[in-house]
């Protein structure tokens, strides 16, 4: 019973270790609503498209929420979005 407890917890370990070690794979991508020209930023690992369908994509995939708060900064100062 106890080797059975320590293959548990041994496995248990292993499982949390590789799952902190593995890199996040989505990113965020900015969004521009075509009838008001806001600008979003959409993380990419939510499962569904933003509605309603009036959007097109704006930017490339970037690895982080802050690089994306920095290309949606750099895209208002360059006014291709509004507020």
């Known amino acids: 019973m106890r080797r059975m407890s320590v293959l548990c917890a041994a496995a248990g ?3 949390v270790a590789f799952a902190a070690v593995s890199p996040a794979e989505a990113g965020y991508h900015l ?3 075509q009838d008001s020209g806001v600008c ?3 993380d990419e690992s939510i499962p569904t498209t933003p509605w309603p369908a009036g959007y097109h994509r704006a930017s490339a995939t970037v690895p982080t929420f802050l ?3 920095e290309l949606k900064d750099h895209a208002l100062k360059a006014g ?3 507020w």
């Open 31 to 33: 969004i521009r609503w």
């Open 40 to 42: 979003q930023i959409w």
């Open 67 to 69: 690089d994306a708060l």
């Open 80 to 82: 291709h979005c509004s």
């Open 13 to 15: 370990l292993a499982i």
